[in-house]
T-cell receptor, first 110, second 111 residues
Framework: RKEVEQDPGPFNVPEGATVAFNCTYS??????FFWYRQDCRKEPKLLMS???SGNEDGRFTAQLNRASQYISLLIRDSKLSDSATYLC???????????FGAGTRLFVKA | SQTIHQWPATLVQPVGSPLSLECTVE??????LYWYRQAAGRGLQLLFY??????ISSEVPQNLSASRPQDRQFILSSKKLLLSDSGFYLC??????????FGQGTRLTVV
């Protein structure tokens, strides 16, 4: 079983739609969580950290559910420029490993 | 501010040839360093990580090796490349469990 699992998608949504991604992690010792965005043929870039209390950054909201071991990302009012692959990340101190999910592809259409 | 440099950006190598990819970090000390590989259309596979000079942990058995000769230098090597080694190689650094920052990647094609 992979340590971090995501639905690969793709998610095809119209502009203005709200879309949600979930990600599950298997290591209960995971302590840090992030969402990254990766554009085609580019390196991943940090989108936002995920805090236990949940956090919001503009149109993006991240949630963490430790009991069920999943994190989520909600994108409101989708823009064409949101089209990308979204990677969830869980890190734990066992060797300071940072584990990435395989990513969820999002296509926002006009 | 911290920066990470990775080179070359693209590389075409014949099967059986050696490989050396270099990654350096500036503006921080004792970073955790990572090598990932991403096959076309796939996710990031963690290959190696290092928490200090000379300390390398390998995640998957493979044709590759890594070394950390200096605090902020991380090298990915192979003695003989295979076709299956083709992919997008990414170096990254982080502090403890904080977010990881990536280099721009090396797109390797083995022919």
């Amino acid at each position: 079983r992979k340590e971090v699992e995501q639905d690969p998608g793709p998610f095809n949504v119209p502009e203005g739609a709200t879309v949600a991604f979930n990600c599950t992690y298997s290591n209960s010792a995971s302590q840090s969580f992030f969402w990254y965005r990766q554009d085609c043929r580019k390196e991943p870039k940090l989108l936002m950290s995920v805090y236990s209390s949940g956090n919001e950054d503009g149109r993006f909201t991240a949630q963490l559910n430790r009991a069920s071991q999943y994190i989520s990302l909600l994108i409101r009012d989708s823009k064409l420029s949101d089209s990308a692959t979204y990677l969830c990340v869980a890190g734990h101190s066992g060797g300071f490993k940072t584990i990435f999910g395989a990513g969820t592809r999002l296509f926002v259409k006009a | 501010s911290q920066t990470i440099h990775q080179w070359p950006a693209t590389l075409v190598q014949p099967v059986g040839s050696p490989l050396s990819l270099e990654c350096t970090v500036e503006g921080t000390s004792n970073p955790n360093l990572y090598w990932y590989r991403q096959a076309a259309g796939r996710g990031l596979q963690l290959l190696f990580y290092s928490v200090g000079i000379g300390q390398i942990s390998s995640e998957v058995p493979q044709n590759l090796s890594a070394s950390r000769p200096q605090d902020r230098q991380f090298i990915l090597s192979s003695k003989k490349l295979l076709l299956s080694d083709s992919g997008f190689y990414l170096c990254a650094w982080s502090r403890d469990l904080a977010e990881a920052f990536f280099g721009q990647g090396t797109r390797l094609t083995v022919v």
